[in-house]
């Protein structure tokens, strides 16, 4: 099984992607974490992307403010790329969600929501993507929802 990438704008997004490492650990699912900005090593980014078809079946990434990250990559790579938009800024995440989810015609980056449901989710959504190929994880899926139906069933 290849790895899922979770790349982050800068080492202060890791309190909030925490949710999403812990979640693709709980799936058995393999990750490399990567601090990577659009905006700050761009040479370093494309390297990756140039890469990441080798060693990786999906992309998370993570930034807030313009949060371009997500989109750079997904237009240096095929691989499915998931963009967690962070409240980092005084706009709390909404100028983040907005600029992960306008993509342009052809190039997306499925988008979550804010914060740390959001880095959870972009974890279930990788384990969903990979679990096409990987019949465990959708058996893991299975389970995994069963036991949020007993959470609140048991109240």
């Known amino acids: 099984m290849k ?8 080492r202060s997004d890791m309190p909030v992607m925490e949710s999403c490492l812990k979640t693709l650990r709980e799936f058995g699912v ?3 974490v990567k601090v990577l900005s659009a905006h700050r090593t761009i040479d370093e980014v494309i390297s990756f992307c140039e890469k990441a078809e080798e060693e990786y079946e999906v992309i998370i990434a993570a930034a807030g403010y313009a ?5 750079v990559i997904a237009a240096k790579t095929t691989l499915p790329v998931i ?3 962070l ?3 005084p706009l709390k995440g909404i100028d983040s969600l907005l600029s992960i989810v306008q993509m342009p015609g052809g190039i997306p980056v499925a988008t979550v929501t804010i914060g740390k449901a959001g880095a959870k989710n972009a974890a279930v959504l990788a384990v969903e993507i990979m679990a096409i190929k990987y019949p465990e994880l959708r058996e893991k899926l299975k ?3 069963e036991e949020m139906k007993k959470k609140v069933l048991e109240g």
């Open 143 to 145: 389970s995994y929802r």
């Open 83 to 85: 963009g967690v938009p």
């Open 3 to 10: 790895k899922v990438a979770v790349v982050m704008g800068s």
């Open 67 to 71: 949060a371009h990250l997500g989109g």
């Open 30 to 32: 393999p990750f490399d």
């Open 87 to 89: 409240d980092a800024s």
